[in-house]
């Protein structure tokens, strides 16, 4: 079975400096894809980025983008440019090619300090 | 606007009085979900269906039910609630496929005393 670990229950950073969350992933499959969800007060889960792995390409969106090491088995996010706004819950998570199940990681509080 | 919505938002009830959240989209998803979010271990899914009378067990579906009768609707049916059900609850629908992305639901937050 697969499992997800966001072993960062907390982190912090100060508004405009960068941050990077951390991810890790077990599976024995070669197709998948990886998730960030971003999950602020008001509870709403928002797509910030995803990643093929079939693609070697690192995928961005703005000021987030994805460390991704397949071998590894690695998924970090990094965010540039921190903004209060971006204060929130956020969640690794894996969907196999064959399934529509995500499979979430425990979440990483992340505080931005003024 | 492409949305999925729940309803009730907030309930608080009783141990042992049936209570059904219902789950609409309004996007012809296919794929339609339901997870179960608690402090300290995400998101876990309850029951998933790929279609129409399509539905399956999820990874903690003890005390509760589904149906898809509809293609837009998946209500989530807690007949016997009990205070282990106290969570955040969200539905969410997409198309079929790995790549698609899970539009979720705004969560109804569920307290069983």
């Known amino acids: 079975a697969q499992t997800v670990t966001q072993s960062q229950p907390e982190m912090s950073v100060q508004e405009a400096e960068t941050v990077t969350l951390s991810c890790t992933y077990d599976?024995?499959?070669?197709?998948?894809?990886l998730f960030w969800y971003k999950q602020p007060p008001s509870r709403q889960m928002i797509l910030v980025i995803r990643?093929?792995?079939?693609?070697?390409q690192n995928a961005t969106e703005n000021r987030f983008s994805v460390n991704f090491q397949k071998a590894a088995k690695s998924f970090s996010l990094k965010i540039s440019d921190s903004q209060l706004g971006d204060a929130a819950m956020y969640f690794c998570?894996?969907?196999?090619?064959?399934?529509?199940?995500?499979?979430f990681g425990t979440g990483t509080r992340l505080q931005v300090f003024p | 606007e492409a949305q999925v919505t729940q309803n009730p938002r907030y309930l608080i009830t009783v141990t042992g009085k049936k209570l059904t959240v219902t789950c609409s989209q309004n996007?012809?998803?296919?794929?339609m979900s339901w997870y179960r979010q608690d402090p300290g271990l995400g998101l876990r899914q309850i029951y998933y269906?790929?279609?129409?009378?399509?539905?399956d067990k999820g990874d903690v579906p003890e005390g509760y039910k589904v149906s898809r009768k509809e293609k837009r609707n998946f209500p989530l049916i807690l007949e016997s609630p009990s205070p282990n059900q106290t969570s955040l609850y969200f539905c969410?629908?997409?198309?079929?496929?790995?790549?698609?992305?899970?539009?979720f639901g705004p969560g109804t937050r569920l307290t069983v005393t």
């Open positions: 969410a629908s997409s198309f079929p496929g790995g790549s698609n992305e899970q539009y």
């Open positions: 599976t024995s499959e070669s197709d998948y894809y």
């Open positions: 990643q093929e792995a079939y693609k070697q």
């Open positions: 998570a894996y969907r196999s090619a064959d399934t529509d199940k995500l499979i």
């Open positions: 996007m012809n998803h296919e794929y």
């Open positions: 269906s790929m279609n129409v009378e399509v539905t």
